[in-house]
């Protein structure tokens, strides 16, 4: 028996082999596929829509930081087009200035830090909001920060906010903003003058 396994894996399998590392997986009964090998530190994951039912990929893990300011809408969300240097990503899944695009299915830790100056005079009880969009929609909010200072004084609001998502392959992150305006007082247009936003793969 053993000896006829052998056989027919020489036969067939090692066929499909063009890259050190390669593997094979079943794409259906009796049939073997080859799964590529990834860049070093790659890891298997199941995705149903791959021909072998698994791919191999890096963990997604990135930091996207501001490189330009963006103004808040006056209530409303809006994705937030601030965040156009990566300084990791080794699986590629960060374009542009505000999307995160999961490689592989699993859960992720999103981690939002932001700083907004309001350019022109606060009122009292003003507040902004972040947050995070997932394909294209608003998923959670992170945090709120309020002004409760003086009339007509302004002041940099900073704010810290995390979540834990669940990703399909080719799900997107974004991060969001909205400003409040308090009692027709006389802001939100602030800029978020910088950003950074930290987005890491949990092992399942």
Known sequence: MNTYVRDNFSAGVPAIFTTKGDIAAASAAGVAERVGVGPNGSYLFANSAAAAGVV???VA???AVGSANDAANADTWKIANILGSETFDPASAWSGTNLFTAPHAGFFLAILTTYVYP????????YIQTGLYKNGSLYSVLYRSI??????????ME??????????AGDTLSPAFYGHTYNEGGWISGDASWANLSIVAIPA
């Open 56 to 58: 191999s990929s890096p």
């Open 61 to 63: 893990h990135v930091k």
């Open 119 to 126: 350019p022109v005079l606060a009122q009292q009880n003003n």
């Open 147 to 156: 002004r409760e200072d003086a009339l007509n004084d302004k002041k940099n």
């Open 159 to 168: 704010s810290v906010g995390m979540d834990l998502v669940y990703l399909n």
